[in-house]
């Protein structure tokens, strides 16, 4: 279910990173190698990108297949970025479709994606949604799993916990719930947080220049790590470390 990638690093364009890769997200929209759940992702894409000088990301999404939207492949080739989430979606029964359901979500300077599903959405969910003020259930961006994913983890955010933190404290209350498959993206331009629960997740920082966190390998270079399923990774294009989720 879906596909991502987030990047940090020297300039780049939008195109470089998304679709002149030869397995990059414009391929893994309709081949994605590694893939174990469902076979294309053509229910959306979008982008969010870090300008310099800008104090807020920019972002674009729209509803149909990366590859049909002429207007993104002009954008792609001269929009230059220091910092970036893309995203490929593919829709869970029973979410909402359109735009405002297609990741990165944005507060501020984060942005976020989710790559899985939560079993028994909506229905059997209940007492989970119940973690967030009605405010701010009233405040999330679209009626999807994914952007339930992302209204707990921005609660956290906003009470202070630290991207790392709050991405693990999500991923232990959703296990307590349902068996969900949580591969989530954090990124604030400077800084990735990223989990591997329940589907694949790899990062390369070496050789470089740049720091790429992915679904899955965008090319057949070396230098591409494997994270291990249930583990948080805590990134910066200098540094990057790994630790075990509890189950």
């Known amino acids: ?39 294309v992702n053509v229910d959306g894409f979008g982008v969010g990108w870090y300008a310099d000088g800008a104090e807020l990301p920019a972002r674009y999404r ?4 990366l590859w049909a939207d002429e207007n993104f492949a002009d954008l792609a080739r001269v929009v230059r970025t220091r910092a970036l989430l893309g995203h490929v979606r593919s829709a869970t029964a029973g979410c ?6 297609v990741a990165p979500f944005t507060a501020g300077r984060w942005l976020f994606s989710h790559n899985g599903v939560l079993p028994g959405w909506p229905e059997r969910l209940g007492a989970l949604a119940a ?5 701010e259930l009233l405040d999330l961006p679209a009626r999807t799993d994914s952007a339930l994913v992302w209204g707990l983890v921005h609660h956290r955010l906003r009470a202070g916990a630290g991207p790392g933190e709050a991405l693990a404290e999500v991923c232990a209350e959703i296990a307590k719930h349902t068996d ?16 591997a629960w329940g589907d694949t997740l790899c990062y390369r920082a070496e050789p470089g220049p740049g720091l790429v966190v992915a679904s899955e390998p965008s090319d057949d270079a070396p230098g591409w790590r494997h994270l291990p399923d249930r583990s948080l990774l805590l990134a910066t294009a200098e540094r990057q470390t790994v630790r075990t989720l509890l189950p």
Do not use: F
Not at 96 to 101: F, I, T, V, Y
Not at 180 to 190: E, K, Q, V, Y
């Open 62 to 65: 729209r509803a149909g297949p």
């Open 131 to 135: 973690g967030l003020p009605p405010a």
């Open 1 to 39: 279910m879906c596909r991502h990638l987030a990047y940090l690093g020297p300039e780049v364009t939008l195109g470089e990173m998304l679709v002149e890769p030869p397995y990059g997200l414009g391929r893994q929209a309709w081949a994605p190698r590694l893939q174990q759940y469902g076979t």
């Open 180 to 195: 969900a498959r949580l591969n989530l993206l954090l990124i604030d331009g400077s800084s990735i947080a990223a989990t």
């Open 96 to 101: 909402a479709a359109g735009e405002a359901a």
